[in-house]
Nanobody
Framework: QVQLVESGGGLVQAGGSLRLSCAAS????????MGWYRQAPGKQRELVAS?????????ADSDSVKGRFTISRDNAKNTVYLQMNSLKPEDTAVYYC????????WGQGTQVTVSS
């Protein structure tokens, strides 16, 4: 059984930074993709960034996060990180961790609130 546990969310002022972590436990394959998604109130869940076990990264197509967010991972710890800098109120959302290895696994989500 696979479990994903996110941490690091919270309340921050605009311009501030947060670092999200997601630790995967259970039967974790050596080859997989981990990523971060977010869902704001009244909106669909959207990709923020993803990273393969070989450290190939993908970011959302829009300019909303490029240059401000950085995804990374520690394969030895089965943990993925999202460093978020220069946060804006529009970054406010529940952030979900996703693991893809044959099927999708999702974390429970962590709230990020950015005040103006």
């Amino acid at each position: 059984q696979v479990q994903l546990v996110e941490s690091g969310g919270g309340l921050v002022q605009a311009g501030g930074s947060l670092r999200l972590s997601c630790a995967a436990s259970g039967s974790i394959f050596s080859i997989n993709v981990m990523g971060w998604y977010r869902q704001a109130p009244g909106k669909q869940r959207e990709l923020v960034a993803s990273i393969t076990s070989g450290d190939s990264t993908t970011y959302a197509d829009s300019d909303s996060v490029k240059g401000r967010f950085t995804i990374s991972r520690d394969n030895a710890k089965n943990t993925v990180y999202l460093q978020m800098n220069s946060l804006k109120p529009e970054d406010t959302a529940v952030y979900y961790c996703r693991l893809l290895q044959g099927r999708n696994y999702w974390g429970q989500g962590t709230q990020v609130t950015v005040s103006s």
